[in-house]
C-alpha cells in the first residue's frame, strides 16, 4: 500500500513538473510567433514546439481528470470550465475592441478567442469521455482517432465550438485519461530518458531543415482539410501522419522531464494562471510596437527569457491569492441554485 502511495506521489510530481515545462513552451511559442517570418532559427523552434506542446498538455489533462471526471467533482468541473469560459472570452474580446485595437477577429461566444479553445475543448473531451465511460480502452482511442481523422472532412470553419481542435486532440485526451505512470517509469530508464532528450533534439534539427515544407496548418489542429487546401479524398492519411509526429515527438520530449520532485513541481500547480493570463502579456507586447526592434537573434534571446521570466512570475502563489476569484471562480453559488430548482421541482 505505502508502495502504491509513494508510486502516486511521484506521478503526480512527473506530471507536475511535466505541466510546468509545457506552459513554459505555450508562452514561449505564442511569445515568438511574431519572429517566425523573419528569423529561420525561430520558426525552427515554432515548429518543434508545435510538434508536442499542445497533445502532451492534453495528455497531462486527461491524466488529472481520471481523478474528477464523474460525480459532484466531474459537475463542478465542468460549471468552473463554463464559467471560466465566460469570463475571459469576455475580457479578452473586450480589451481586443477597446484596448488593444485589434482587427481581423470575429468575436464571438461560440468562437473560442484564441488561448481560450482549450477551455471549450476541456469540456466536451470530458463530457466525450462520459459517454464513451462503459467502451473498452482500446474502443476509446480507435473512436478517437477516427474522430480526429474524420473532423477534417467537414465544409465548415474548424474555430466554430474548437470542433476540430476538440476531436484533432481527442486521442490525447483518453491516452492521458488511461495512461500509467508506472509503465512509463519502467519503460523511461535513465538511458532511455537520455536517449529521448537526444532524439527530441535531433527532431528540432530536422525540423530546421525540412520545416519549410510543413504547413503549419497541420500543427495547429484548428483547420479543416478544406481550409488547408487538402481536397484530396485521402486527406485523412496527412492527419494520421500528423499524428505519427505529435506522438513520436511527445515521446521524445518526455525524456526531458525530471522524476524529482521541486520548486518547478510547485509550479506546475498553478498553470492555468499561466495560461489564461499570458494572452495578456504577449496581446500587450504584440501591440506595443516592441517586436520591431527584436528582428534580430539577441532580440529573440530576449524574448525567450521574458516568456520563461514571465512563466515563473505568473505561477507564484502570490498570483493566485490575488486572481484566484477570476481565475477559479466558485460555482457553490451556482451548485445552490441548482439544488434549491430540484428541490423546486419535485
Given amino acids: 500500500m505505502a508502495g502504491e502511495s509513494s508510486l502516486a506521489a511521484r506521478g503526480e510530481t512527473f506530471f507536475l513538473n511535466l505541466r510546468f515545462m509545457l506552459i513554459v513552451t505555450v508562452f514561449a511559442g505564442n ?9 529561420s532559427g525561430m520558426h525552427s523552434l515554432y515548429l518543434w514546439i508545435f510538434s508536442f506542446h499542445m497533445p502532451l498538455f492534453v495528455l497531462v489533462t486527461g491524466y488529472f481528470a481520471g481523478k474528477s471526471l464523474t460525480g459532484a467533482a466531474g459537475r463542478k468541473v465542468l460549471l468552473q470550465i463554463g ?8 475580457l479578452y474580446s473586450a480589451l481586443d475592441v477597446s484596448v488593444f485595437r485589434v482587427s481581423n477577429i470575429h ?10 479553445w482549450f477551455l471549450a475543448s476541456h469540456a466536451c473531451w470530458r463530457l466525450l469521455m462520459l459517454g464513451m465511460g462503459r467502451w473498452s480502452k482500446a474502443a476509446q482511442i480507435i473512436f478517437a482517432v477516427s474522430a480526429g481523422v474524420a473532423v477534417g472532412y467537414l465544409q465548415l470553419d474548424g474555430v466554430w465550438f474548437s470542433i476540430s481542435r476538440t476531436f484533432v486532440y481527442l486521442p490525447f485526451f483518453v491516452i492521458g485519461y488511461h495512461f500509467s505512470f508506472e509503465a512509463l517509469a519502467r519503460i523511461y530508464t535513465k538511458t532511455v530518458k537520455i536517449t529521448a532528450a537526444a532524439a527530441s533534439i535531433l527532431l528540432l534539427l530536422l525540423l530546421g531543415t525540412l520545416g519549410s515544407q510543413l504547413p503549419l496548418g497541420w500543427l495547429y489542429g484548428s483547420m479543416t482539410y478544406m481550409q488547408l487546401d487538402a481536397s484530396e479524398w485521402y486527406a485523412g492519411v496527412y492527419r494520421l501522419g500528423m499524428y505519427g509526429l505529435q506522438f513520436a515527438a511527445s515521446l521524445a520530449f518526455l525524456g526531458w522531464v525530471p522524476y524529482r520532485l521541486s520548486r518547478m513541481t510547485d509550479w506546475g500547480r498553478r498553470t492555468l494562471y499561466v495560461f489564461l493570463l499570458h494572452g495578456f502579456v504577449v496581446r500587450l507586447a504584440a501591440v506595443s510596437g516592441i517586436y520591431a526592434y527584436l528582428g534580430n537573434a539577441a532580440g529573440a534571446a530576449i524574448v525567450l527569457l521574458c516568456a520563461v521570466s514571465f512563466t515563473v512570475l505568473l505561477a507564484q502563489p502570490v498570483v493566485k491569492r490575488l486572481l484566484h476569484p477570476l481565475v477559479e471562480p466558485s460555482v457553490d453559488w451556482m451548485i445552490t441554485l441548482q439544488r434549491a430548482a430540484l428541490r423546486r421541482s419535485l
Fill in 83 to 90: 464559467l471560466q469560459y465566460l469570463i475571459f472570452q469576455t
Fill in 31 to 39: 511569445a515568438i510567433e511574431p519572429l517566425i517570418g523573419t528569423l
Fill in 107 to 116: 468575436h464571438s461566444f461560440f468562437a473560442p478567442y484564441l488561448l481560450l
